[in-house]
T-cell receptor, first 115, second 111 residues
Framework: DTGVSQDPRHKITKRGQNVTFRCDPI?????LYWYRQTLGQGPEFLTY????????KSRLLSDRFSAERPKGSFSTLEIQRTEQGDSAMYLC?????????????FGPGTRLTVL | QQQVKQSPQSLIVQKGGISIINCAYE??????FPWYQQFPGKGPALLIA?????SEKKEGRFTISFNKSAKQFSLHIMDSQPGDSATYFC??????????FGTGTSLTVIP
């Protein structure tokens, strides 16, 4: 399978715990995006990388959220001290910057439940 | 503040009918307007996209109509099929950087 993959697909955690999600983009894609999607809403942009550089992070929801893409390949999204309001689907997408339409390919998402 | 406003929230169409979903935006710097289709438990998938230098783009049964002066764009699904039943999102972006999504339209096509 050469699509975007995310791990884990589901995560249940207790309030106050830290969680980390992984995204593996399509191999030739240099851009990687993280989104949050809550029930009945559209994806909400969080941050994105071009290669290993994080080009936008002002829309991360709070300082509890951080993302890395250390070698320009896979990325991780970490949420520290989780709160019940963090329960959502976390989506990753990748694209190749420079194509005319910059088509994003989304992964299946990681569903987080904070108890 | 919602950068992209989408309507209707839900839509029921008979098989063979036309489904129309509308979106509006304010930021004139947006230069890329994609539409995504999402099935339950899946990530969104790109359907069709348009740049503001054209007023219409058609791919198969899917057409985007774009009105730059009104800052509106819409998705038309011709000959709607039960398999089109899904949630549709419009979005807008500046040069493929940050993307802003609408709130989604749940489409149900009745056989």
């Amino acid at each position: 399978d050469t699509g975007v993959s995310q791990d884990p697909r589901h995560k249940i955690t207790k309030r106050g715990q830290n969680v980390t999600f992984r995204c593996d983009p399509i191999s030739e894609h240099n851009r990687l995006y993280w989104y949050r999607q809550t029930l009945g809403q559209g994806p909400e942009f969080l941050t994105y990388f071009q290669n290993e550089a994080q080009l936008e992070k002002s829309r991360l929801l709070s300082d509890r959220f951080s993302a890395e893409r250390p070698k320009g390949s896979f990325s991780t999204l970490e949420i520290q001290r989780t709160e019940q309001g963090d329960s959502a689907m976390y989506l990753c997408a990748s694209s190749f910057a420079g194509t005319f339409y910059n088509e994003q390919f989304f992964g299946p998402g990681t569903r987080l439940t904070v108890l | 503040q919602q950068q992209v406003k989408q309507s209707p929230q839900s839509l029921i169409v008979q098989k063979g009918g036309i489904s129309i979903i509308n979106c509006a935006y304010e930021n004139t710097a947006f230069d890329y307007f994609p539409w995504y289709q999402q099935f339950p438990g899946k990530g969104p998938a790109l359907l069709i996209a348009i740049r503001p230098d054209v007023s219409e783009k058609k791919e198969g049964r899917f057409t985007i109509s774009f009105n730059k002066s009104a800052k509106q764009f819409s998705l038309h699904i011709m000959d709607s099929q039960p398999g089109d039943s899904a949630t549709y999102f419009c979005a807008a972006s500046i040069s493929g950087n940050q993307f802003y999504f609408g709130t989604g339209t749940s489409l149900t096509v009745i056989p």
